[in-house]
């Protein structure tokens, strides 16, 4: 059976708002190694259409730094589901619809799988994390506080804490700080 890894970027008061994320080519390589790692990338539709905005026009961009032009090609080459209710079709290469994240159709996907990587995507992440199916986390703390976005579990409250294990801690030239914790 598969895990289901997330990685998201939060400001220190809690907020996941992509527009104050300190994104250099530490965090580029960061996000590399985890892409790397993984069989299928998973998606929230609004994440979605933020990537798919940009990266697969970077991806043809050979005059990018090399950990973004290294993530953008990886992107759009890696297999990608896409969760929504509203999206018809997904025209990003390599990319599906699943209409439903839930226990079913995710241990589907982690028998199919062994790594899931779940970029971004707070509500997706909320609702996955209540029914208890994300195995692994990664939370990169940006060091700003925003005061705006999206907060991860603002939408869906839990219905008991999750008790997680420290894995590691990352520190960034830049005072970004990952933390890679375990489900307990």
């Not at 969760?83 to 159709?105: D, R």
């Not at 799988?113 to 940006?142: M, N, R």
């Amino acid at each position: 059976m598969g895990i289901l890894i997330s990685s998201i970027n939060v400001t220190t008061d809690g907020f996941c708002n992509h527009i104050d994320a300190i994104a250099d080519d530490e965090h580029h390589s960061f996000a590399l190694d985890l892409l790397r790692q993984a069989d299928i990338l998973l998606l929230g539709r609004l994440t979605y259409q933020l990537f798919e905005s940009y990266w697969p026009i970077a991806a043809q961009d050979k005059t990018l730094a090399r950990p973004i032009y290294e993530l953008a090609r990886l992107l759009d080459n890696k297999t990608k589901i896409v969760v929504t209710e509203t999206l018809e079709k997904a025209e990003w290469n390599n990319t599906s619809i699943l209409e439903l994240a839930n226990q079913e159709t995710i241990n589907q996907l982690k028998a199919k799988h062994q790594h899931i990587l779940l970029f971004g995507s707070p509500g997706l992440l909320s609702s996955l994390t209540k029914q208890s199916l994300v195995d692994e986390f990664y939370f990169t703390i940006q060091p700003i506080i925003s005061g705006k976005g999206i907060r991860i579990f603002d939408e869906i409250c839990l219905d008991s804490r999750v008790d997680l294990k420290h894995i590691n801690t990352m520190n960034f030239k830049s005072g970004v700080v990952t933390v890679h914790y375990s489900k307990k």
